[in-house]
């Protein structure tokens, strides 16, 4: 049996947001607010066989929208969209479960094998939520060696989907892309909807590594990545979660969005992983993320 507590304060004066759904209003945002989020959680796992587990989870979350600091022209999120679901926050603390089957040889440099998470969470108004929704999730990805171990090719795909009904989701619980996680040439929560789908790729290469004193082994990897992906909501969706009060309804695209870069693997002994990622889009140009763990 595993278990996994953590928690969190989150706070950021000015959260950009770009609107609802598939669209192309980027690179700028249409609007800023003050972003909080409380967050504790709770996970207990199961291994059923060396490469499957079980999980059990729970978590409390809160989140308050607020004006916060705007700047220029920019408008705050709470004035020109007041009737946007969840405009000012809300109680969302899911219960889920998940199985998750990962048989890759390593952790901080796999070079072969599966990783695949399947998740399901319901945030029911009996929890104490403000809204009710489910949440279906996929995230599978495979490392396939070449030739030489010092190369390895790795695929993802992944998916989202959001069961509620009209206004039951609020806009910051949405499916998103955009930001180190997924699509990496985009800014953080670009595209948000109640549906989507992600695929990438990641060319890695073994540059060289050295001991760090008598501390640690370190292992730097160059990477080459690209992501495709998109985001759905319908035009009915869009103007229920707006309302009649919007400045405006950005346009929804059928645009799959596409990014590509460079980036580095850090890889510190057998358990800390750093990557520093540099994604080019059609709405940035050398977009960076510094953050811990793969992508996948």
């Known amino acids: 049996m595993l278990l996994l507590a953590g928690g969190e304060l989150k706070t950021d004066p000015q959260v950009e947001f770009f609107g609802l759904g598939n669209n192309g209003v980027g690179p700028d945002e ?39 600091d705007v700047s220029g022209d920019t408008p705050s999120t709470v004035d020109a969209f007041p009737n946007l679901v969840g405009i000012h926050g809300g109680q969302t603390s899911p219960i889920g479960v998940a199985v998750v089957y990962d048989d890759r040889d390593e952790v901080t440099r796999p070079i072969e094998g599966w990783n695949v ?36 090719l790795g695929v993802r795909l992944a998916g989202e989907y959001i069961d509620s009904r009209r206004r039951g989701t609020p806009f910051f619980e949405m499916s998103s892309l955009g930001g180190s996680d997924d699509l990496r ?51 009915e969706e869009l103007v229920a979660s707006y309302g009649p009060g919007a400045l405006t309804i950005p346009h929804t695209s059928e645009n799959v969005r596409f990014d590509g870069g460079p980036g580095l693997r850090f890889a510190f002994g057998e358990a800390v992983v750093a990557r520093l990622d540099v994604g080019f889009s ?15």
């Open 30 to 68: 249409i609007s800023t607010n003050r972003y909080t989020r409380n967050n504790g959680r709770l996970a207990v796992a199961w291994r059923l066989t060396p490469s499957l587990l079980a999980v059990l989870s729970g978590e409390f979350n809160n989140v308050r929208i607020k004006r916060g």
């Open 185 to 235: 040439g985009y800014h953080q929560y670009r595209f948000l909807g109640k549906s989507m789908i992600l695929v990438g790729a990641e060319y890695r290469v073994k540059v060289f590594d050295f001991d760090l004193f008598t501390w640690t082994n370190v292992k730097i990897d160059g990477v080459a990545f690209a992501d495709l992906g998109r985001v759905w909501l319908d035009h």
């Open 282 to 296: 059609e709405e940035a140009q050398g977009r960076a993320y510094f953050t811990f763990g793969h992508t996948f």
């Open 117 to 152: 998470i399947g998740k399901y969470q319901r945030i029911d108004k009996a929890l104490g939520n403000r809204f009710e929704f489910n949440r279906w999730m996929l995230d599978a990805s495979y490392l396939y060696p070449l030739p030489t171990r010092r190369q390895v």
